[in-house]
């Protein structure tokens, strides 16, 4: 679980960095993170759930792959139309 943690900060560290000329903003959630194994199947699967505190949304994801799409929507690089021609 630390790999995810280390991306997150860096998703929200690049998301920092391209705010720079704007007023700084912020999100708050709590991660949930729990493991699951279905009696049939000896593999183990990671189940995630976000509660995002400032708006009181919550999400649930079956894999790793969905959540991290999820917080790259969130946290990912918005383009503006001041530096499309840079």
Same mark, same amino acid.
């Given at each position: #679980?630390?790999?995810?943690?280390?991306?997150?900060?860096?998703? $929200? *560290?690049?998301?920092?960095?391209?705010?720079?000329?704007?007023?700084?903003?912020?999100?708050?959630? $709590? #991660?949930?993170?729990?493991?699951?194994?279905?009696?049939?199947?000896?593999?183990?699967?990671? *189940?995630?759930? !976000?509660?995002? !505190?400032?708006?009181?949304? *919550?999400?649930?994801?079956? =894999?790793?792959?969905? !959540? !991290?799409?999820?917080?790259?929507?969130?946290?990912?690089?918005?383009?503006?139309? =001041?530096?499309?021609?840079?």
């Amino acid at each position: #679980m630390v790999w995810l943690l280390v991306i997150i900060a860096n998703l $929200i *560290r690049k998301e920092i960095w391209l705010m720079k000329d704007q007023p700084p903003t912020h999100r708050t959630l $709590i #991660m949930r993170c729990w493991a699951e194994q279905d009696e049939l199947v000896p593999q183990r699967f990671w *189940r995630f759930h !976000l509660h995002w !505190l400032d708006t009181n949304n *919550r999400q649930s994801f079956a =894999d790793v792959e969905t !959540l !991290l799409a999820a917080l790259s929507d969130v946290f990912g690089a918005e383009t503006s139309p =001041d530096h499309d021609n840079d």
